[in-house]
Structure formats: structure tokens, C-alpha cells
């Protein structure tokens, strides 16, 4: 019987092990974001304008996130910023990534 528990102690603390190097491996949770970043080029409507003559206004960056299946979020990015917030979105999807693959196990 002494023998059972050890192996089930031993059993938790590998569990404990193996989430802690996972954990390890993931970014930090201020650099992870669910979501979807869209170029897009859009018309202002005045007449004089270069949009009035096809060469529409852009890129302008949008960042668009899911709240459920009915509501949607969303927000411009600065043209600065684009690069970090798609290392934020990249990030989100290795994160989901691992912790599918570690369900498989």
C-alpha cells in the first residue's frame, strides 16, 4: 500500500514538474491577444479629395476581437504599434497551440 502512494505523490509532482517547464515556456500574459489585425484603406467622401479620385486613404491598421459569438470589439492601431500588437497576436497563437497539443496527451 505504501508503494501506491508513493507512486501517485510521484505521479502529482511529475504533473507539477511538467506544467511549471510549461509555463516557463509561454510569453508573458501583457503579450498575448486574441484577436485579428486587418489593413484597410478607406474614402472620406470630400469631393476635392485624392479618395474622390480613387487613391483611397491607408493603410489604416484595425485591430478586431471576438467578446462572443454575437459581439464584436474593435479599435485602430498606430502604424507604430503594428508590429508589436502582431507579435501579440502571434504569441496568442502558440499559446493555444501548446495547450491543444498538450490535451492530446
Known sequence: MVERENLSKLSTLALRNRREGLTQLLPPLGEILRGSLTERYLTCGKPGCKCARRERHGPVWYLSVSLD???????????????????????????????????RY
Open 69 to 103: 459569438q454575437t459581439h464584436r470589439t474593435g479599435r485602430t492601431v498606430p502604424s507604430h504599434q503594428v508590429e508589436q500588437v502582431r507579435g501579440w497576436i502571434e504569441n496568442y497563437h502558440r499559446v493555444k497551440e501548446r495547450l491543444e497539443e498538450d490535451l
